[in-house]
C-alpha cells in the first residue's frame, strides 16, 4: 500500500515539470508530454539522427533523437535568456541519483557517472545544451575528418 503514493508522488512530480524532457526518453514520450513537434528543423547537426522541436510554458526544446531515444536537448526561453535557476532546475531534472559537478576551465557540467554533460554554448548564452556523452563521443568518430566539419 505503501508504494501507491511514492508512485502517485513520482508521477506529479515528473508531470509538473512540463518545458523538461529528459535524456533517454522515447519520441512517444517527448510527443505525450510536449504534443506533436516539428521534425528535422536542422538547428543542430548530428548526422544519421532526427531532430523534433518542442515548445512549451515559454521554453523551447531541440531534442536530437537516436535509436528512438532523446540523446540531447537544447533548451532555450521563448521570451528572454535562459536564466542560472533554469539550468539548476534543468540539473536537477537530469540528476537522476546522481551528483554534478562544474568545470570553470571548460565551463561544463558532468554528471557523476560520466554519462551526461551540459554546457552553455559559447557565444549563445541563451541556450543550454544537456547531452549522452556516448552518443556524442559515437557522432565524433563518424564525422572525424569529413569535410564541413
Known amino acids: ?8 508522488t513520482l ?6 515539470l512540463p518545458a523538461y524532457c529528459r535524456i533517454g526518453e522515447t519520441l512517444a514520450e517527448l510527443t505525450a508530454r510536449f504534443g506533436e513537434g516539428k521534425k528535422d528543423t536542422g538547428k543542430i547537426r548530428m548526422v544519421g539522427h532526427d531532430q523534433y522541436y518542442f515548445e512549451k510554458d515559454g521554453i523551447g526544446v531541440q531534442c536530437v ?8 536537448e537544447v533548451f532555450h ?9 533554469d539550468i539548476r532546475d534543468l540539473l536537477k ?7 554534478w ?3 570553470p576551465r571548460t565551463k561544463r557540467w558532468t554528471r557523476s557517472d560520466n554519462k551526461l554533460a551540459a554546457y552553455r554554448e559559447l557565444n549563445h548564452e541563451d541556450m543550454f ?7 556524442k ?8 575528418g569529413k569535410a564541413g566539419f
Do not use: Y
Open 137 to 144: 563521443k559515437e557522432n565524433e568518430a563518424v564525422t572525424k
Open 129 to 135: 545544451f544537456l547531452e549522452d556523452m556516448a552518443t
Open 93 to 99: 531534472v537530469e540528476a537522476d541519483g546522481h551528483g
Open 65 to 72: 533523437i537516436s535509436n528512438d531515444k532523446c540523446v540531447m
Open 1 to 8: 500500500m505503501m508504494k501507491l503514493p511514492i508512485v502517485a
Open 11 to 16: 508521477f506529479l512530480l515528473f508531470t509538473s
Open 77 to 85: 526561453r521563448l521570451d528572454t535568456k535562459i536564466t542560472d535557476q
Open 101 to 103: 559537478g562544474f568545470n
